[in-house]
């Protein structure tokens, strides 16, 4: 029965891999449900986005000859194990060249053994921790910088703006990236001499901050940092106004990016900041396919409305970049690419591009922002900079 | 005052989780079985509300009246239909059936609604109500009264009403209750449509508080079970106090332990109070 | 005795023949088959031939894989690792059996669903040793290649299947099995004639935790990471009874039958139908509730599959 099944899917697949000579197909592992599935929304709206992009001009250019993208999604279920398959299945089923990593820190470093085995580039968009790419992999490279990156340029900004910002409250959620980012505020506050009176952890699912934040009201902290995913962040501005809950700097990682989180705390995402590792605001230009930050988000509203955050935004980056390393490349050959990507250094709509050693981005600059009048506003750094951290939030 | 604070948090949310278990603890009293449809009915509710409010305007209280024969409905032909025919098996055939019947139901909403959190906000936003150094936000507040007094209406429909004895009776004994004259099957889907009505209801009031997604079904369901336990099944006044004592639990849970353990606190209640006494807090003995 | 031996011999060297394919993928399936076999042949101890539905194995399964994990973090070679992972495991199910099994029922589902909540809450607070919310690395073991390794976690797997299943045969023609089956009948009458039903239960339940605790522990070392909402995933508790039902309770070969035919429809349905796969697993679920309750094994062979 096993036999009977093994030979349809291959004759299947063979059949499928055949059509696509002349095209190039990038795995995309994504969890299309489960607790990720808003994320995973976000990434595939990127990547089709770039495809759709790359496709338009013709396709993508390999040495003489021009091919264009295609995309296969597959969903993983939010579930690690199955990301990991998910990768492998791409790979040696599905046939593609090249890989977007699943979404996340966790899921990224458990899929990166599989690329790393069958030597397939592999571009993570979503994989902030330094951990991620500390296995000495040569095929995996991410668009975000270590999560100190932001936490260092927010908290010096914060003390230049206020020195009387001494009492710091962390209240983060027990997941990889956002207990990971809290545990860098505590470092960088701690640095500069500001004492943090509260550090807690809420669980997944949680349903009511009210206990925590009464407590931090207690504490009468200076400064609040609180992350968690934009769902969690919203109930827990909306609790912390109904608990009159207010101090002079209260930072949200990294909800106050998305404009669902705007939308759905309306008048309370007032002078609330937090820091991205992108913003609609930049302003760089670059060779690849969207040529500048400005005609990236015009094609972005062009398509879906509304603004691109952070996330949709790498996911597409992660593709233009695959794709100026293949054109540099001049072939699709995977370890040319892969070279080509560790030689990378440009300048792209998502900033300036240039890899580490152990394949993590090293060359950008976080922006910081804070909600002002509805609209995040950009007060870092200070090249793009629309306007200056103001303290108080009701 | 911080205590007076926590213990004000925790009354206010146990209100409304007594509304969420009182469906369910009434559809495992009586028909013994284990509904898991019911987290994702609550957030059905919910999306009822915000689809009303955001495209039609209509106030979340009003929304609930709409949901109240809707799901009535959907509860009733849920069991009439399909889980009768499954009702004498084996428990754990049952609690299959209708985990099965849950998955489907929230792939259905995930495809229908995304799992974007969706978040219904009033406007003018109802504001908070300051009593000395004590702060109460308005809508909360408002929402438990309405769930006490929603659970309060069953228990009156339960205690005076001829189909409410109907279903006190099938739930004390089965038999007894047919030899009566009263005609079970209608009774069990009559009860399971009462508890779909109150899971819609619910989730109708809880969509002003909670933001409302697919995802957040098993967290009111595992409430749900720690509620059932501590208060009994089937019993309302057992939902009502159980729902209480959790929200407090939790609040000074998370004070006094962190707020990462508060659920773990939960159900490690659930398991002690299982081990200890079965029957619950106020119930009697339920089936085995 | 002789003819399910023998029968289960030829199987298993059947599978055992499978990474001779080299597809490397077929090789993860296949791991992941016998896992859920072990997963299913477990759970048939407890579930199946006493008749209590537990939901305990994601608990075991989770604090299998943390034990083995942590372990290994702190210096401990890997074989030794499982081994500690099992012990772990056995400890665990005896004293909580000794706790639960006097509840029946709903009651005793609901006690066993809820400690894996509570065990993955725990695990996620000991951020210092287990890396909470933020997942435990492994140490990747540099000695063999990518290849072998997967070679190597595919037997490592099978051999435990073997374990578990021949644990099954050897238990089915014993008192305990006996004695369960009793349990299953009539529990008071059981216990009226003699048999010593909380030791009995007690075992079953042990027998549950095991093999699955070793499971997890093998699966920690074969994907070198792990955060707690996977391996404490209620969905393993769910799919080792849904594979058993498939594949008929009590039974010898049911399990095992069940979890290779849910994992093809499982794949079947994952290649197929992106969006929709969580429902369609639903239906397929309701279905088998209704229309199959008795598993596949009860279709084809009657009395000859039952113990």
């Known amino acids: 029965m096993k036999r009977l099944f093994a030979g349809v899917a291959l004759a299947a697949t063979y059949a499928a891999a055949a059509f696509a000579q002349d095209t190039i197909r990038v795995g995309a592992p994504l969890p299309m449900t489960g607790p990720l599935s808003p994320e995973a929304v976000k990434q595939q709206r990127g990547y089709d986005l770039w495809a759709e992009a790359a496709n338009a001009a013709g396709g993508v250019r390999v040495g003489a000859r021009r091919m264009k993208v295609e995309i296969v999604y597959v969903d993983y279920q939010s579930n690690t194990p199955r990301a990991v398959q998910a990768a492998e299945r791409l790979i040696t089923q599905d046939k593609v060249q090249f890989l977007f990593s699943p979404f996340g820190s966790g899921a990224a470093k458990a899929a990166s053994s599989v690329s790393e085995k069958y030597g397939v580039p592999t571009i993570a968009a979503t994989a902030s921790s330094a951990q991620v790419y500390d296995q000495g992999y040569k095929y995996l490279f991410g668009t975000f910088t270590p999560n100190d990156t932001l936490t260092e340029p927010l908290s010096d900004i914060v003390r230049r703006q206020s020195a009387g910002v001494q009492r710091v409250a962390i209240l983060a959620r027990n997941d990889l990236f956002p207990l990971a980012i809290a545990q860098e505020m505590e470092k960088s506050a701690k640095k500069r001499g500001m004492s943090v009176v509260y550090f807690e952890k809420y669980a997944i699912g949680t349903l009511d901050h009210a206990s925590a934040l009464t407590q931090i009201k207690a504490a009468a902290p200076h400064w609040i940092f609180a992350t968690g995913y934009t769902n969690d962040l919203v109930l827990m501005r909306k609790q912390m106004a109904d608990l009159r809950l207010e101090a002079p700097v209260v930072t949200m990682i990294a909800a106050p990016a998305y404009q669902e989180w705007i939308d759905s705390t309306g008048k309370l995402s007032e002078n609330v900041s937090s820091a991205a590792w992108w913003h609609p605001a930049v302003r760089y230009s670059g060779k690849d396919i969207f040529g500048s930050s400005e005609s990236f988000v015009k094609r972005w509203q062009a398509k879906y409305g509304g603004l691109p955050d952070y996330a949709e935004a790498s996911a597409a980056a992660a593709g233009a970049i695959l794709q100026m390393a293949i054109e540099r490349a001049g072939t699709i050959d995977r370890a040319k690419v892969r070279d080509a990507l560790a030689a990378f250094d440009e300048t792209t709509f998502w900033g300036p591009v240039k890899f580490g050693s152990t394949g993590q981005i090293v060359s950008l600059e976080p922006p910081v922002f804070q909600i002002q009048g509805g609209k995040p506003t950009v007060v870092h750094p200070a090249a793009i900079r629309q306007g200056e951290l103001r303290l108080g939030v009701k | ?288 | 005795m002789k003819r399910d031996a023998l029968a289960a011999v030829a199987l298993f060297a059947l599978i055992a023949a499978l990474p001779l394919s080299g597809d490397s993928y077929w090789m993860r399936l296949g791991t992941t088959m016998l896992m859920y076999g072990v997963l299913a042949i477990s759970w048939n101890f407890i579930g199946g031939m006493a008749g209590y539905p537990s939901f305990a194995s994601a608990a075991f399964f989770g604090l299998g894989a943390y034990t083995g994990a942590v372990a290994q973090k702190l210096g401990v070679p890997m074989a030794l690792a499982w081994g500690l992972a099992g012990i772990f495991a056995l400890a665990f199910a005896a004293a909580l059996g000794l706790a639960l099994l006097r509840l029946r029922g709903h009651y005793f589902a609901i006690a066993s669903l809820v400690v894996a909540e509570v065990l993955r809450e725990l695990v996620n607070a000991a951020t210092d040793l287990t890396g909470g919310g933020m997942g435990l690395n492994l140490p990747i073991p540099r000695l063999a290649s990518v290849q072998a390794q997967a070679v190597f976690f595919f037997y490592a797997m099978l051999a435990l299947a073997a374990l578990a299943f021949a644990t099954t045969l050897v238990v089915v023609r014993s008192r305990l099995g006996f004695g369960l089956r009793c349990i299953q009948q009539n529990e008071s009458a059981a216990d009226m004639l003699g048999v010593n039903t909380t030791r009995y239960k007690v075992a079953a339940f042990m027998l549950s935790g095991v093999f699955v605790g070793v499971a997890g522990a093998i699966y920690a070392s074969w994907l070198h990471y792990i955060e707690p909402p996977d391996v404490f995933d209620v969905l393993y508790s769910v799919k080792a009874i849904v594979m058993v039902l498939l594949g008929g309770a009590g039974s010898v070969f049911g399990p095992l039958v069940g979890a290779a035919l849910f994992l093809s429809l499982e794949e079947l349905v994952w290649r197929n139908y992106l969006q929709v796969h969580t429902g369609v697993l639903g239906l397929l679920i309701v279905l088998l509730v209704m229309f199959l309750p008795r598993g596949l094994m009860s279709l084809r062979f009657g009395v000859w599959g039952r113990a």
């Open chain 2, 1 to 288: 005052m911080l205590s007076l604070q926590i213990l004000a948090n925790g009354l206010i949310l146990g209100g409304l989780y007594a509304c969420i278990a009182a469906g369910f603890s009434l559809v495992w009293g009586v028909l013994n079985v284990i509904n898991i449809l019911h987290g994702s009915f609550i957030v059905l509710g919910g999306y009822l509300a915000f689809f009303a409010y955001s495209i039609a305007g209509i106030h979340p209280f009003l929304a609930i009246l709409i949901a109240a024969p809707l799901f009535f409905a959907l509860g009733y032909v849920l069991q009439a239909g399909l889980i009768n025919r499954m009702i004498a098996a084996p428990v754990l055939l049952t609690l299959t059936l209708t985990f099965g019947l849950d998955l489907m139901l929230s792939n259905a909403m995930l495809v229908a609604f995304s799992a974007d959190f969706r978040k219904l906000i009033l406007e003018p936003p109802l504001g908070v109500l300051s009593l000395g150094a004590l702060v109460l936000p308005v809508d909360r507040l408002s929402a438990m009264a309405l769930a006490l007094a929603l659970t309060g209406l069953l228990y009156l429909v339960l205690a005076r009403s001829r189909i409410g004895r109907a279903i006190v009776a099938v739930r004390m004994d089965r038999e007894a209750a047919a030899l009566m004259g009263v005609n079970v099957r209608r009774i069990y889907a009559v009860t399971f449509g009462l508890g779909a009505l109150m899971a819609g209801a619910s989730g109708a009031l809880l969509a002003m508080i909670f933001p409302i997604s697919p995802l957040v079904g098993p967290v009111y369901l595992g409430k749900a079970f720690v509620i059932c336990v501590l208060g009994g099944l089937g019993s309302v006044p057992g939902a009502m106090i159980g729902g209480l004592t959790l929200g407090v639990v939790e609040s000074f849970g998370a004070l006094w332990f962190g707020p990462e353990h508060a659920v773990t606190l939960s159900f490690t209640l659930l398991i002690v109070v299982l081990v200890i006494r079965p029957s619950g807090l106020l119930g009697r003995k339920g089936y085995e």
